[in-house]
C-alpha cells in the first residue's frame, strides 16, 4: 500500500470526481467536491443549495443513456446518487469559479482561496510541488545532497542594503532576513557537509515590482570538490529529470556562450536563443565613413558599428515601427544592452505582424561563462566592484592577473538562461583565505574585518567548492514559463 | 544513472575515504578530504601539512601487510599514494575535531562550521534530511499531498502576541512572522487543494530558552473531507514510513488515552507510558479520615486522594528523596500537573539507584484525545478560553452542549506524545461560518470581526477539514530523542 498515490486513502470519498469512468458501471461509489451545476431535479430536492456548496453524494454509478455522453473524460457516465450529503451551502460569491469568467487581478488576490479554486491554479499548484518533489528526489536520493535548513533570523550582512530588519527583544539590536544562504552554505562546506541544497525562502526589501517580491524561494546548491563543469552537469540532470513528462525530454548538454560571445552576438548578457537575428559587424564597411556619429564610434577603444538584420523587415516594418526603434535607439545610447534590447524589440514588431519568430513552447536553456570577475563602479570607472559577488574565484589561467590586470580576470561565474530570462546563476567560491583577503582588501578595496569569520573558516580547512541557486524566483519563473501565464499577470499569480 | 545514490558523482574523488574495501585491492582511485593524523613518511614529505588539512590523494589500493590491519570498515586495506596535492592547509583550531575532545557549548556555537564536521554531527544533519525527505515520499507519493508555500511576511493575527514584526517601506506599516501556517492551510482547503503539506518555518519570540527557539520547522498537514481518526492513521503511517530501517519497525495503531485517562492514570496530558507506576485513587479508604487538608480535598467538588506507588519505594529511597519529593509537592501544591510531575520524578530517583524504569531506547507513541473544548480564564474563571485554538471543532456528540453548557464540550484535538514529550498536536476544525461565528462571538466574547476574512471564506464553500502539526519543534524533538543528546544539550545543536 506504499507504492502508488491514493488521493482518496483515509477519506470520506471512495474516489475523487475525475476518477471513474465507464469500467466502473455498477459501483457503489461516494463523492465529495463542490457544485458546479445544478440540474432542475437536484434544485427540486435540495432547493436552497447554490453552486460552490460542497456536498458528499453516495450513490451507483451507471451509463449514461445512449446519446447523453458528452466530451470529459468522464462523459459515459453518471452516479445516481442514493444519499447527498450537505457539507457547507455556499454564500454569494464575489465572482463566478469559472474558467472563462474575467476577474481583475486586484480581485483574484483579494478572495485568494476562491481564485486557487480554478482549474488553472490548481493544475500550477500541483505542477509546482511535483516540479519540487522530482529536484529533491534527484539531489537527495541520486546524488546523496544533504537537505539543511538554514537560519532566517540572521545578523546583518555587510552592504545588505536591501535586508528586511526584525527587531530583537534587546533595544538597539535587530536580527536580518537573509537576501541568500550564500554564507551558510560556504560554511556548510567548512564544515564538510560535501553536498547540500535546500529550497530556500529568501528575503529582498526592494519595494514591490511586478517580477519581483519581497519573499522568495531559490533552489540553493552547493558542492565540495567540484569544477564548473560538475556543477553545470549537475543543473542539467536536475531539469531533465524534474522536467514534466508531458514536455517531452530536454537535451543536454545545454547550449554555452561566453560572456564575449553572448555580447558581441545578441548583445545582451541572457540572450533569447530562440530566434537566429545575430548582431553583425559593420566596422569594416564603415572604415572610411563620413558620417560623423559612426567615425566617432569607431574611433573609440573598442569601438564598432553593429547592425541586426532583420528578416522581410523592409517589407513589414511601418513607419511607426521604424519610429519606435528609433526612440528606443535615442534613449538607450550608450548603455550597454541597446543593441540586445533593439534585436528583442524587432523580433516583438515581427511577431506583431504575424512572423513567427519565437517559439512560445520551445525551450532554449544556455550557459553564459566566462564573465569579468570585476566590473568598473559606475560612479569611479577608476575602482572596481564585483561583477556577482566577492566570493567568486577567478578562472584558473587568470588567477596571476589578480595581482597585476585584476580588470582582465574573467571569473568562475556561470548563468542559467532560458528563452532569454536569467533564471539561475553559481560560480565557484575562493577557498582560499589569503586570496580572499587580497580580492577583498586590495582589488575591492573593503574592509576585511567585516568577513573576517568567512575567512576564519576558510583558514580552518576549507575545501574546494561551488555552488549555485537557480533563484531569484528561479523555480517560480521556470514554473511561470511552464505554464504559460500571459506576460501581464504578475508572478505573484503562481504562489500564495 | 538515475536509480541510485552516488555520492561521488561529478567530484574530483573516485570514492569516499570510507567506501573502500579489501575487494577493491589494485584500484587505481582518488581521494578528497580532511587530514586525520599524519603518519612519519607524509609528515616528512609534506612538512607543512597540519590535521584539518584538505587534500585529494591518487594512488592504488592495497592490502594492509599482515598484523597492521585494523577494526575499522576500511581496516585491511590502505592506499599507497602516488600523488598528493594540498587543496588548503589548515591554520590553527580553537578545538579538535575529534569526537572524544570536550568542548563548551559556547566554543561550540562560536565555531559552528567545526563543530559540524564532527561524525555525530554529521550524522544528524544526515538523519535529519533523510527523515524528512521520507516524510515528503509518504504526503507526496503515496497519498498525494500537494506541498505548498505559505507566506512568511504576513499581517499581524489578532491575538498575535508573539510574533515577530518586520518594518515595511511604509512607515507606520509592518510585517509579521507568522508562528504557524495555520489560516494558509484552513484557506486552503477553501481553496480546494485537499491535501496540503508544507514543512513549513515559524517564528515565535518568546525569548530564549533551552528547548525554545525564535524560529523552528513543523511538518505541517491540513486535509478536506477527513476526520479525527483519518488524520491520526495518516501521521502512524508517517511515522512508519519515515522511521530510521535501523531502529525496527514502528508498530500502529498507536495507543490513544483520553484526556480524562490521562489526568486520572498519569496525573498529566502528555504522559511516559514507558513506564506503568499509575496514579492510584485512595479516596475510598479516606472517606471518614481525620486529617484535616485531604478532608478538605475530598470536601471540593471532584476532590480526591490520589497516590503514587513506587515499587521498592520504601527501600531504596533516602530522606533526602523523600524530602526532595515533599518540596516538590509543596511549591506546586494545587497546579494541575502536580502528580504528573511527582510521578516523573519518583521514575527519576528509582533510576538515580539504578534500577531501571524507563527504557531509553523504547518508542512510546501516544494519542491524547477528547480535550476540553474551553477552559476557565486564569484571571476570570467564569470567562472561558480555547484550551488550543478557536478553530477547533466540538466532538460531534458534544456540538449541541455549545449552546448551553460549553465548558462541557469536548474538542475533536488530539496531541501526539512520544516517551512524555508532546511532539504534536493538532483537530478537525469548524467548517461552518455560523458555528465558528458563535464560538467567537457567544463563548469567547472575542470581536468575530478580527476574523472576518476566514469567516468570510469558510461561507464561500468550506469543506470539512482539519490537520496537525508535528511542531513547535516537533521533528526535531523527534530527531533529538532518535540521537540520544544528553538532555542538557540545547536543541539547537541539532539545526544549524
Redesign the interface.
Known sequence: ???????S?????SHTCGELRSDDAGKKVTL?G?VQYLRYTLKATLCNLTP???I?VTGTVRNRPVGQENKMPTGEIEVLAENVEV??V??K?PFEIKDFVKKSESLRMQ???????SSQM?KN??L???L??KM?E?L?????F????????FKRTPGGAKE????S?EPGLF?S?PQSPQQ?KQ??M??????YFQIA?C?R?E?SKPDRQ??F?QVDIE?????QA??M??VEGLLQ?SWPAERGPLKAPFQTLTYEEAMRDYGVDKPDTRFNMKLIDLSQIFLSTEIEFLQSALGQPGGSVRAVCVPSGAKLFTGKDLEELKQIAKTQFGQCPLLGHLRLQCAKLLESHGVVVRDPSAFHFLWVVDFPLFLPKEDDPEELESAHHPFTAPVPEDTRLLYTDPHKVRGQHYDLVLNGCEIGGGSIRI???SEQFYVLKNVLKEDPGLLSHLLE????????HGGIALGEGGPILLLYILCHIPASGTLRHL??
Not at 528586511?164 to 527587531?167: M, S
Not at 567548512?190 to 553536498?195: H, K, M, Y
Request: charged share 20%.
Open positions: 500500500s506504499w507504492l502508488y498515490s491514493s488521493p486513502s483515509l477519506s470520506f470519498r465529495c463542490w460552490e456548496s460542497v458528499k457539507f457547507n455556499c454564500q460569491l478572495y485568494r482561496y476562491l481564485d486557487l479554486r490548481q499548484l500541483r509546482r510541488s511535483q519540487v518533489m529533491r534527484y537527495c536520493n541520486v546524488h546523496g544533504v537537505d539543511v535548513e538554514t537560519p532566517t533570523l528586511f530588519v526584525v527587531p527583544r536580527y532576513l551558510f560554511l556548510l567548512v564544515a564538510g557537509v560535501d553536498r525562502r528575503y526589501d519595494g519581497p519573499e524561494t558542492m565540495s570538490f567540484v569544477d560538475g556543477i552537469s549537475l529529470y577557498h582560499k583565505a573558516a576558510l583558514d580552518s580547512g576549507a575545501p574546494p504562489i500564495l
